[in-house]
Each structure stands twice: as C-alpha cells, then as structure tokens.
C-alpha cells in the first residue's frame, strides 16, 4: 500500500475497499472495486462517489473502478478551499500521485466531468482515455447566477467552493484550451438534460481532436443513475 494510506472499516452494500489518503492539505476518501486497468470516476455537485453505484455491477467485472469523495463532499476534508476548478482538478492529480497511479482512464459526471476535462488539459500524459458525462466546457450568464445563488445559500461548505469554480467557468471557459486534450475521448450527453443540454456536449466533443460525442434518448441529466448499463457499455468500449 503507497506511504500516506490508512486502512479504515467501511460499511458498504457494495464489495469495496476504503482507504484514506493524505493530500496536501486534505484527507481524501478513497475506494476501489475490482481489478484490471484503473478508472477512476469523478462525482457530481453535491454528491459522494456512491454516485457511481448504478455502473458498478458492469464496470468492476472488467477494471479497477476507483471513486473518491471531492474536496469538500462525503468523507474528504474541505481544507484550505479556493474555489477554483484548477485546485479541484489539482486534487485529482496529487490523489494519483499519492496512489501511485501514473497513467488512468478518467470518466466524470456533470461538475466532474469539467474536472476530468481539466485534468486532461494540464496534465495529457496522466489521462490514457477520457469520457466526460452530462458536462459543459463553460456556463452562460442564467447558468452562473444559478451557481453563484446557489453558494449563498447552501450550508455545505464543499457544495459553496464547487459552485464558485463553476461560477469562473462564466468568465473562464474551458473551450479554447480542449484542443490540448491528447486523450481519445467520449463525450456522453443526454437529450432530456436540461442543466447540461446536448448542445453543451457537442461543444465539447468539437473542441476536443477526435472525440466522439453520443446522445442517450429519453434521458434526464443524471445519465450515471437513468443509464448505469448503457453509460458502463459505452465507457468500456472506449
């Protein structure tokens, strides 16, 4: 086990294994299902890595499926918080430094998926494939009042720092950097989403060299949940 892991007891539905690492100034709920080439899944606003639940029955039969809790959601610390996507994004790098994983296959759902997005960009050669779930490379100005009222009054910490790095997405979009992105990539949308329209995943794939974008039918955002079988199939043949 890599220096900085602690074993913890977890109380799970699931079979897992929960570690506990220390990342600069967090302490990061880690957990890991299966074996085979490491993916790693990245939660949404306001949620834990039990998010991924649905996919887990299809994807831990393949790979190593690793989940973990963002800087301020489930079981991970909020440390010292700048709500920014860079130390978001930040935290997902040093986790895999401290894990001692080099190379992943990233796949991130909603405000995870810009992190994966991130991550892609500053750091091409950590990210072996990359699948970006019900996400936008930026916000308009609806989208940001939304994030930014939704910071005032939320009492969760963690959610109040994730929206002011989306809030930054209104004045610093994502679109002139995809390019960067080395990583063969798939862009899932889905047709019935209204916070993240298909047209925002189609903005991605096109900035993105390569990428393949697919629309699920009759799906509302939360594809991971509505679509757990399809979203699996599609993440493993990529």
């Known amino acids: 086990m ?17 570690v506990r690492i220390t990342c600069g100034d ?11 080439e490491p993916l790693v899944l990245v939660h949404g606003l306001a949620e834990d890595h039990r998010a991924w639940r ?13 989940a973990y809790d963002l ?37 991130g759902f909603s405000l995870g998926g810009t992190i994966v997005l991130r991550v892609a960009i500053d750091h091409p050669d950590r990210v072996g494939r990359l699948v970006a779930v019900s996400t936008s490379s930026r916000v308009g100005r609806a989208a940001a009042a939304w994030y930014q009222e939704r910071a005032t009054k939320a009492d969760d ?20 950097e995809l390019r960067r992105i080395q990583a063969p990539t798939l862009v899932v949308a889905a ?16 900035g993105i060299p390569g990428a ?14 509505e679509r757990p079988q399809e979203l699996s199939q599609a993440v493993l043949a990529l």
């Open 191 to 206: 047709e019935l989403d209204e916070l993240c329209p298909p047209r925002a995943g189609a903005i991605v794939a096109a």
């Open 71 to 107: 800087r301020g959601h489930g079981e991970t610390s909020l440390g010292t918080a700048d709500g920014t996507l860079a130390q978001l994004a930040g935290d997902l790098v040093t986790l895999l430094d401290a894990a001692g994983l080099e190379r992943v296959d990233l796949c």
């Open 157 to 176: 910490a963690g959610v109040v720092n994730a929206c002011r790095a989306m809030v930054r997405l209104g004045t610093e979009p994502l679109d002139p």
């Open 212 to 225: 393949r974008l697919r629309v699920l039918p009759r799906t509302g955002h939360d594809v991971p949940l």
């Open 26 to 36: 967090l302490d990061v709920a880690l957990f890991e299902w299966g074996r085979g």
């Open 2 to 18: 890599p220096r900085g892991f602690a074993q913890v007891v977890c109380h799970t539905n699931v079979d897992n294994r929960c």
């Open 54 to 66: 649905g996919v887990l029955p299809w994807l831990a039969l393949h790979r190593r499926v690793i």
